[in-house]
């Protein structure tokens, strides 16, 4: 890193640390009401709440991130939650959900290029290197099987949509797993935690519309949908601040 780049970083640090929590208060307010709005199946208010939602959180990261907006890093997640929030603005219509569920194959593919920024440079891998990882990824391949499995039936022609979409999910998943030691544990733990909950939202979407709906998948899915990007945003801001 050179001394304009570290002064840059140096500069986030500083207004990362209490400054601009006013957008993270409208997060969870929007969050929460939100959350009201489908205990009262509301839909048409929620197209009021929902977009705020990721807009609080975008407008969150534009601003702690301005010292170093013009690094590829910060530009990737910032498309992350734009492709994110304008997901969140086409699944209001059951209609748009194809395109809903590009914008979201976007937001991980940008969440991906992001994580593998956010990290220390991986050495040479070793022999056993490929094997290691399928062993430490195999719970996260198991439990998007077990979904696919269910859902695939009643996939009819979305069939390549959504095949296409489990597996850049997948691959955001494994690739938050694989900061583990490359970053410091709190943005490793934060990430990793956001993107297994952003894995289970959209497990509980998928279970809900194409194998069997209950009355609390609305609830679960925003509640773990908010969380998970919460905290990814929380997670690369930790690695931007560095250890206390």
């Not at 209490?18 to 929460?32: C, E, G, R, S």
């Not at 048409?44 to 929902?50: D, E, N, T, V």
Request: proline share 4%.
């Amino acid at each position: 890193m050179n001394l304009v780049e570290l002064s840059h970083f140096n500069q986030a640090r500083t207004l990362m640390r209490d400054k601009n929590i006013v957008w993270l208060y409208l997060f969870l307010l929007a969050t929460l009401v939100d959350i009201y709005f489908i205990l009262e199946q509301n839909e048409a208010l929620r197209s009021y709440s929902k977009p705020v939602i990721l807009a609080a959180l975008l407008g969150y990261f534009y601003f702690i991130s301005a010292p170093i907006a013009k690094t590829i890093l910060a530009k990737t997640i910032l498309a992350a939650l734009f492709f994110s929030w304008l997901g969140d603005i086409l699944l209001l219509w059951s209609e748009l959900f194809i395109y809903g569920l590009g914008a979201f194959l976007m937001a991980h593919v940008c969440y991906i290029i992001g994580f593998r920024l956010a990290q220390e440079p991986e050495g040479r891998p070793d022999s056993w290197h490929f094997i290691r990882l399928f062993t430490y990824n195999l719970p996260i391949y198991l439990v998007a099987g077990w979904i696919f499995y269910f859902i695939y039936p009643n996939l009819g022609g979305l069939k390549i949509p959504v095949i296409a979409y489990l597996l850049v999910i997948i691959g955001m998943v494994t690739t938050a797993r694989a900061r583990f030691k490359k970053t410091n544990p709190a943005s490793f733990w934060q990430v990793f935690i956001g993107a297994l909950l952003f894995l289970c939202s959209d497990g509980i979407l998928a279970m809900a519309r194409f194998y069997s709906d209950f009355p609390e998948a609305g609830i679960l899915i925003m509640g773990t949908y908010a969380s998970a990007q919460l905290l990814l945003v929380m997670g690369i801001r930790s690695y931007l601040v560095g250890p206390k």
